[in-house]
């Protein structure tokens, strides 16, 4: 599942976007820029929805900032004004869409939806997916992992590096066994839960220090969790 960033201090528009969101995304939610900043260190975010009036400082002022930091995650600007020189402000700043309340939940849904598929469509189709902790090469079929300052290629099997590159097209994901065993393996070949967790493991021992961006999720299965660059 996404996993969305809303930064907004009205309890009542939090839950309007989180009743809208419930059904494509995972949401957390930021009152302020300060609790913003903290939740986008600790997570991976596929998508920001963010206000532009909050009580620690400006939307379009933080969405400039994020462009440093964060520009690989699309940003949709909410706000209660409508003028045309706000929006042109929002977009200035790297905003790739504009909410103007009151809002429709379906009109939001679906672009929330529209704008996470062109996303997800984009990274599948990317070579190289850089974090703060490794970075892979789908041509090369390479992975560097960063230790003590410096990138250090991984000798990865050809099903190892599969599990991870699996693992990287879904950031942030609760990733259940049932659906790695189908996805990777093939519903016509028997493979065990026991054996899955024996190649994650593997592969987690290989990845070393770095090893905890893949969090195993008592009960379901595993979560990739890298931190954004």
């Known amino acids: 599942m996404y996993r969305i960033l809303l930064v907004e201090d009205s309890k009542e528009i939090h839950q309007m976007v989180a009743q809208t ?12 820029v300060q609790e913003a900043g903290k939740a986008l260190t600790g997570q991976a975010f596929d998508l ?10 400006n939307g379009i002022e933080f969405c400039t900032q994020l462009q440093s930091t ?36 379906l009109e939001l849904r679906a672009r929330l939806e529209a704008r996470l598929r062109k996303s997800k469509l984009r990274e599948s189709l990317s070579d190289t997916y850089k974090w703060k902790e490794l970075q892979i090469s789908k041509s090369r079929q390479e992975v560097s992992i960063q230790e003590a300052g ?5 000798d990865l099997t050809a099903l190892e590096f599969k599990i991870l590159l699996y693992f990287a097209i879904r950031p942030g994901e609760v990733i259940a066994r049932d659906q790695m065993l189908n996805d990777i393996w093939g519903e016509d070949i028997h493979v065990y839960h026991r054996s899955v967790d024996t190649h994650v493991s593997k592969l987690r021992k290989k990845l070393g220090s770095v090893s905890h961006i893949v969090e195993s999720i008592h009960g379901s299965g595993y979560k990739f969790n890298p931190t954004t660059l």
């Open 150 to 154: 410096a990138l250090h290629k991984v």
């Open 21 to 32: 969101a419930a059904p494509i995304a995972e949401l957390v939610w930021a009152s302020t």
């Open 70 to 105: 964060h520009a690989q995650i699309p940003i949709f600007i909410l706000t209660g004004h409508s003028e045309l020189s706000e929006k042109v402000l929002g977009f200035s700043a790297g905003a790739d869409d504009y909410i103007t309340k009151p809002f429709s939940p």
């Open 48 to 57: 920001i929805i963010l206000d532009v009036e909050l009580p620690d400082g």
